[in-house]
């Protein structure tokens, strides 16, 4: 059972993931970085010449590969709109949904080239998709972490209901 990160572009997953990784002594999957080195293409690449749908493909099967294992996986934020992916995540008790304020979220995504799904929408049509996400990161999530805390207090949040839940 993997401990996987999930949550809106820009929330934070990955630089918690790489935290959590040394504190638990577990290996860091990120499912995006992943998708690239096997595509040998960068996302934005790949939603260009192969197409969102192509990529939705890829990330489900990386996540299949990848969610039974003994590690600390990091998601795309989109990962939740492809519904195969549910029944993966409903199987795997330690999801965790990362978050914070849209605001912070908008302004650390506004202008990055590759994110192919935040580069060409306003700020109330991100405002609009993140909305439309998180009833389903809150559905398939353990936990939601909030990264207005500093990194210490997020893994400690996680450790805390790992450790928990292992003793109840
Ligand atoms: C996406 C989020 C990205 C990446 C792709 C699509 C999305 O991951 O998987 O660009 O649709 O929200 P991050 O959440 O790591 O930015």
């Not at 969610?67 to 709109?81: F, N, P």
């Not at 195969?84 to 202008?111: A, M, P, Q, S």
């Not at 207005?148 to 997020?154: G, L, N």
Request: glycine share 6%; proline share 2%; hydrophobic share 35%.
């Amino acid at each position: 059972m993997s401990i996987v990160l999930i949550g809106f572009m820009g929330s934070g997953k990955s630089t918690l993931g790489k935290q959590l990784s040394l504190i638990l002594s577990k290996p860091f999957i990120d499912l995006d970085a992943y998708i690239e080195a096997d595509e040998c293409m960068t996302i934005s690449d790949i939603f260009k010449l192969k197409g969102e749908s192509y990529f939705r493909e890829k990330e489900n099967l990386a996540l299949k590969k990848f969610i039974h294992r003994d590690i600390v996986l990091s998601t795309g934020g989109g990962i939740i709109e492809n519904p195969n992916n549910k029944t993966l995540f409903l199987k795997n008790k330690c999801n965790f949904w990362v978050d914070t304020n849209f605001e912070t979220l908008y302004n650390r995504i506004v202008g990055d080239l590759n994110r192919p799904n935040a580069i060409s929408k306003s700020y109330e049509e991100l405002l609009i998709l993140y909305k439309s996400r998180i009833s389903r990161y809150n559905e398939i999530a353990y936990i939601r972490v909030d990264t207005s805390q500093s990194i210490q207090t997020c893994c400690n949040d996680i450790v805390n209901k790992i450790i928990s839940d292992e003793n109840g």
